[in-house]
Nanobody, 114 residues
């Protein structure tokens, strides 16, 4: 059964950085990525990466965000720097397989303090 396990809660000061990881079971996924959902707002894409390494970033994080993956470990990472209070959200790992089935991680609370 497919499982996506994310790293734990993050509490960081504004201007700091974070690194999230998400380890997936099963076969290599076509696309892996990160979404986030601020309190009271809709879930939005942060970044995604294909099995071949092509990346996509939301405009709000371009220039301060890097997504990467280790296919041998079936793990995707998210690095962000210059964090802002508005980055505060629950971050969800997502994986999509070649059958277009989507799986989600448990969610990680990221809080950026002023």
């Amino acid at each position: 059964q497919v499982q996506l396990v994310e790293s734990g809660v993050v509490l960081v000061q504004a201007g700091g950085s974070l690194r999230l990881s998400c380890s997936a079971s099963g076969s290599i996924f076509s696309i892996m990525g990160w979404y986030r959902q601020p309190q009271g707002k809709e879930r939005e894409l942060v970044a995604s990466i294909t099995s071949g390494g092509s990346t996509n970033y939301a405009d709000s994080v371009k220039g301060r965000c890097t997504i990467s993956r280790d296919n041998a470990k079936n793990t995707v990472y998210l690095k962000m720097n210059s964090l802002k209070p508005e980055d505060t959200a629950v971050y969800y790992c997502q994986a999509r397989n070649r059958f277009s089935l989507t799986f989600w991680g448990q969610g990680t609370q990221v809080t950026v303090s002023s």
